[in-house]
């Protein structure tokens, strides 16, 4: 069945890294179509909704990033995204919340000053400054561990790496497309976050 999976992607989003990131995790070959920003018809005429990602596994379309990975893992084999002990599933849970609530607010001011023209350089200081404070609780959890849940990356990870990343990308994909170079030349990690950069490195790491 994995053959038949096909990711509409939107290379340059957090949402839709999340979802490639996880195809490459558990070995699943998919084809990619990429989608133009300005015309989101097919996505509509797909999925009945207009946001990506969006994965056609046969006749079925599945929509938004975090029931995608619940999809993938329900569904076909590789590392497990999530856990199948309720402790660890809800530990997960509890850090995809957290990425929506405190990691990335400061992501989407960001991204408001990009998508108004990128000059508001003050908002993207004062936006940055806000990221680094709210990657302190992921900063405290990382010490002596590698991953936020368990012993192997799971979706906790992947959910928070992948909006943490727009400010310390690793230098070997930061430059991969035209809209990670203005985030990596304004939009940086403060100090003291050594152990966040070395995890963000190790979540996309898995990074087609």
């Known amino acids: 069945m994995a053959e038949q999976l096909i990711l509409h992607y939107f290379p340059p989003s957090p949402n839709n890294?999340?979802?490639a990131i996880g195809l490459s995790y558990k070995e699943l070959p998919h084809e990619v179509r990429l989608i133009h920003r300005e015309d989101r018809s097919g996505l509509v005429e797909i999925s009945g909704q207009p946001l990506s990602p969006v994965l056609e596994d046969g006749?079925?379309?599945v929509?938004?990033?975090s029931a995608i990975l619940r999809y993938l893992d329900a569904n076909f084999d590789g590392p497990r995204l999530?856990?199948?002990?309720?402790d660890s599933l809800k530990e997960i849970e509890a850090w995809e919340l957290h990425s929506k609530a405190v990691i990335g607010p400061p992501l989407g001011k960001a991204?408001?000053?990009l998508f108004s023209g990128g000059e508001d350089d003050a908002r993207v200081r004062e936006a940055a400054a806000e990221m680094t404070e709210a990657s302190a609780e992921l900063e405290k959890r990382l010490e002596g561990r590698d991953w936020l849940v368990?012993?192997?990356m799971t979706a906790a990870d992947i959910f928070n790496a992948c909006f943490?990343?727009?400010s310390c990308f690793p230098e070997n994909v930061a430059h991969s497309n035209k809209i990670w170079p203005w985030f990596y030349e304004r939009f940086r990690l403060g100090e003291g976050r050594?152990?966040?950069r070395e995890w963000v490195s190790r979540v996309f790491a898995h990074l087609p």
């Open 17 to 19: 890294i999340k979802v």
């Open 82 to 86: 999530f856990a199948e002990d309720r």
């Open 59 to 61: 006749g079925r379309a």
């Open 164 to 166: 943490l990343g727009f």
């Open 194 to 196: 050594p152990r966040c």
């Open 63 to 65: 929509f938004d990033s």
């Open 150 to 152: 368990g012993d192997s």
């Open 111 to 113: 991204f408001g000053v």
